[in-house]
C-alpha cells in the first residue's frame, strides 16, 4: 500500500496490508496499521498520529510536527523521528533496533527490543531540545537515551551498554544490563536500583546524586558536584576488572550506607559518612574535608583515611597497613587490627579500644600515634612490632604489648598500668606513672629502658614498677623524683641524673638517695647523696657499685663506692666518720675500710686543748666549727652532708688516688 498526498493530509481509517505500507503527506492520521511482510515507512510534513502498527519488517516514522503512536508490534527495526515537535508513544516491541527521535520531548510508555539476527535490539533515543521521560526500557541489546531531562522507570539491556546522558536531570528506578552503563547528568541524578554485569558510571558535574543500590562485575565509578548518597553498592569483579568503586563529591557529602568491593575502594568528599565497608583486595582510601565516620571497614589490603575535622570509625579490619590522619580535629576508633603497622595521627585527642597489629612481610607491625595538640586514650595496644606514641597531651592506655619496644612522649603525663615491651623502650614525660613493665617473651640479655622528661628534658616525677626481667638496665634515668620497684636480680642506671630523689627497692634491697639534703636517714638499706646530680648505679643482689657519694648502709649491703679513677669497698660516710676522726693527734692517722682496702674517706679535726694547752676554736658565722683542714688542692671532692638549725656544718673532703 503507498499512499501519497503532495500539499494535503492523508488520514484514515486502518490499513491492512499483506506487503509494505509507504504513507506520505503534509499531515498522517491513521488508526491501525498492518503489514505483514513490510516494510512500513510514514513520512509527514507536520503531525504524525496513530493507534497501533503492526509490521513483520521494519518501520520507519518521520514528522516534521508531533508524532502520536499508541503502539508499535515491529519485526525488523523501528525508527521514529520528529525533527520539529514532540515523540509520544504508547509501547514499542521490535526483534530489531529502535531509534527515536525528537526535537521536543520524548515520551512512551514501555519499550522493548528482542533481538534479530545481525541486529541485537539496541534501544537509541534521543530528544534535542526536551525531556526523555517513560516509561519502561526491555531492550536485548543496549539502550542509548540523549535528552535535556531524563525521566525513566525500570530499564533492562540484556546484552549492553547503557548510557545516559542528560542536560539537567536524570531519574529513573531499576537498571539491569550484562554490560556496562554510564549516566551522566548536569543536574540532580536520583536512581533507586543498578544491577549492571561491566562497570558502572554516574557522574552529575552539577548537581547531587542519590542513588539506591547497586550491584556490578566491574568497577563503580560515582561523582557529583553536590552531595552523592546511596543505600548498598556491590562489585564483584570480572576479569580484567576487579571491581573497585570510587566516589567522589567535588563540593558534598558523601553519605552511605554499605559498600561491598571486590576491588578497591576510593572516597572524596567535603564529609563523609559511611555504614561498613568492605574491599576484598582494597586498597582503600577515604579523604574528606571535613569529617569522617564510619562503622566497620574491612580489606585485604592497605587502608588510609584523612580528614581536616574529626574523625570516628568503629572497627577497622585490615589486612596491609592502616593510615589515618585527622589534621584538624580528633580521631576516635573502636578497634583496629591489621597485619601491617598502623599509623594514626590527629590534632586533637587520639582515642581508641584496642589496636593490634600481627605483621606481614616486610612490614613488621608497628604503630605510630601522634596527637599534637591533645592527648592519647585507649584501652590496649598489642603490636607484633614497636610502639611510638608522641602526645601533646596525657597518654593513657590501660595495656600496652609491643614485641618491638615503645617509644612514649608525651608534653603532659603518662599513665600506664600494664606495659609488656621489647629492650630499648624509651619513656619521656614530665609525670610517669606506670604499674608494671614486663619484658617480652622475645627480649634477650638485659632488659634495657629509658626514662626522662619530654625530649630529654628533666622530668617532674617517675613511679614504675619493673618485672620479669632478671636483668634490668636503665639507658637513662632523669627526674626530679623517681620511685622504682622491681623484682631484677641486677639493675644498672648507665647515665642517672636526680635533683631530688630516688627510690630502688629490689628483692634484696631497699636504696634511697637524696640529693637536696646529705642528712642520714633511717629505714633504707642504701643511702646515696649526689649534689651533682649525675651519677651511674649498679645493683647486683646486694651489692651497690656507684659513683653518687654513700651516706649510710645496713649489714646486709655491700658498697663499692667508685670516685673518679678508683673504686672502695664499704665506704659510707656514717661509717667512716667516727673511724677517721684525730682526737689530738698531730699526725694525721687515716682509716681504712671494713674490708681493709685502701683509704677511704679522711677527715681531721683541731689538737685536742687538754693534751696540747690550745683553746678550742669557736664557731663563727660562714666558719666550720670543725676544721676539716688545709685548702683544697687540685683532685680533691668536697660535699656537704648535714646543717642543722643550730648552724653546725660538716664537710666530708674526698681525696682521689694521687
Do not use: C
Not at 144 to 169: M, R
Not at 290 to 302: E, I, K, N, Q, W
Not at 482 to 503: C, E, H, N, R
Not at 604 to 618: K, R
Amino acid at each position: 500500500v503507498d499512499l501519497t498526498s503532495t500539499a494535503g493530509a492523508v488520514r484514515g481509517g486502518d490499513i491492512d496490508a499483506h506487503g509494505g505500507v509507504t504513507v506520505n503527506g503534509q499531515t498522517i492520521a491513521l488508526h491501525d496499521l498492518t503489514a505483514t511482510l513490510g516494510p512500513v515507512s510514514l513520512n509527514s510534513a507536520t503531525t504524525l498520529t496513530g493507534d497501533a502498527l503492526s509490521t513483520g519488517g521494519a518501520a520507519t516514522l518521520a514528522g516534521g510536527g508531533d508524532i502520536d503512536w499508541t503502539t508499535f508490534n515491529i519485526g525488523g527495526a523501528l525508527g521514529v523521528s520528529s525533527s520539529g515537535g514532540a515523540l509520544t508513544i504508547g509501547s514499542a516491541t521490535s526483534g530489531g533496533g529502535q531509534t527515536l527521535a525528537s526535537l521536543g520531548d520524548l515520551v512512551f510508555s514501555r519499550l522493548t527490543t528482542t533481538g534479530i539476527p545481525g541486529d541485537p535490539g539496541n534501544a537509541d533515543l534521543i530528544s534535542t531540545a526536551g525531556a526523555v521521560r517513560g516509561g519502561d526500557i526491555d531492550a536485548h541489546g543496549g539502550v542509548t537515551v540523549n535528552g535535556e531531562t531524563i525521566a525513566l522507570h525500570d530499564l533492562t539491556a540484556t546484552l549492553g551498554p547503557v548510557a545516559l546522558n542528560s542536560a539537567t536531570t536524570l531519574t529513573g528506578d531499576a537498571l539491569s544490563t550484562g554490560g556496562a552503563a554510564s549516566l551522566t547528568a548536569a543536574a540532580d541524578i536520583n536512581w533507586t536500583t543498578f544491577s549492571v554485569g561491566g562497570a558502572l558510571g554516574v557522574s552529575s558535574s552539577g548537581g547531587t546524586l542519590t542513588i539506591g543500590s547497586a550491584t556490578s562485575g566491574g568497577g563503580q565509578t560515582l561523582a557529583s558536584l553536590g552531595d552523592l548518597v546511596f543505600t548498598h553498592l556491590t562489585t564483584t569483579g570480572i576479569p580484567g576488572d576487579p571491581g573497585n568503586v570510587d566516589l567522589t563529591s567535588t563540593a558534598g557529602a558523601v553519605r552511605g550506607g554499605d559498600i561491598d568491593a571486590h576491588g578497591g575502594v576510593t572516597v572524596n568528599g567535603r564529609a563523609i559518612a559511611l555504614h561498613d565497608l568492605t574491599a576484598t583486595l582494597g586498597p582503600v582510601s577515604l579523604n574528606s574535608a571535613t569529617t569522617l565516620t564510619g562503622d566497620a571497614l574491612s580489606t585485604g589490603g592497605a587502608a588510609t583515611l584523612a580528614a581536616g575535622g574529626d574523625i570516628d570509625w568503629t572497627t577497622f579490619t585490615i589486612g596491609g597497613a592502616l593510615n589515618i590522619s585527622s589534621s584538624g580535629g580528633t580521631l576516635t576508633i573502636g578497634s583496629a587490627m591489621s597485619g601491617g603497622g598502623q599509623t594514626l595521627a590527629s590534632l586533637g585527642d587520639l582515642v581508641f579500644t584496642h589496636l593490634t597489629t600481627t605483621g606481614i612481610p616486610g612490614d613488621p607491625g608497628n604503630v605510630d600515634l601522634t596527637s599534637t595538640a591533645g592527648g592519647v586514650r585507649g584501652d590496649a595496644i598489642d603490636a607484633n612490632g614497636g610502639v611510638t606514641i608522641d602526645a601533646f597531651g596525657a597518654i593513657a592506655i590501660a595495656s600496652l604489648h609491643a614485641r618491638g619496644g615503645v617509644n612514649l612522649s608525651s608534653q603532659t603525663a603518662l599513665s600506664l598500668p600494664a606495659v609488656t615491651t621489647g629492650s630499648g623502650s624509651i619513656f619521656d614525660s614530665p609525670i610517669i606513672n606506670i604499674g608494671t613493665i614486663r619484658p617480652d617473651a622475645g627480649v634477650v640479655g638485659p632488659f634495657v629502658l629509658g626514662f626522662t622528661g619530654y625530649r630529654g628534658a628533666v622530668g617532674s616525677e617517675l613511679n614504675v614498677g619493673i618485672d620479669g626481667a632478671p636483668h634490668v638496665i636503665l639507658s637513662e634515668l632523669r627526674e626530679d623524683n623517681a620511685q622504682i620497684v622491681t623484682d631484677a636480680k641486677t639493675f644498672a642506671i648507665d647515665a642517672g641524673y636526680i635533683v631530688d630523689t630516688l627510690g630502688l627497692i629490689t628483692p634484696y634491697e631497699n636504696l634511697l638517695m637524696t640529693n637536696q639534703t646529705s642528712r642520714p636517714v633511717i629505714g633504707p638499706d642504701v643511702q646515696l647523696f649526689v649534689p651533682t646530680y649525675s651519677f651511674t648505679l649498679a645493683q647486683n643482689i646486694f651489692l651497690t657499685t656507684t659513683s653518687a657519694f654513700v651516706v649510710r648502709y645496713d649489714g646486709i649491703a655491700e658498697i663499692d663506692d667508685r670516685p673518679p679513677g678508683y673504686g672502695i669497698f664499704g665506704a659510707s660516710f656514717v661509717r667512716d666518720f667516727d673511724r677517721q676522726a684525730r682526737d689530738g693527734d698531730i699526725p694525721l692517722i687515716l682509716s681504712t675500710d671494713e674490708m681493709g682496702l685502701p683509704p677511704s674517706w679522711r677527715h681531721a679535726i683541731w689538737p685536742n686543748p687538754i693534751l696540747f694547752g690550745s683553746p678550742a676554736q669557736s664557731a663563727t658565722p660562714g666558719v666550720p666549727a670543725v676544721n676539716l683542714g688545709g685548702a683544697l688542692t687540685v683532685g680533691e671532692e668536697i660535699w656537704q652532708l648535714a646543717n642543722d638549725n643550730g648552724g653546725l656544718e660538716i664537710v666530708v673532703r674526698r681525696r682521689n688516688r694521687p
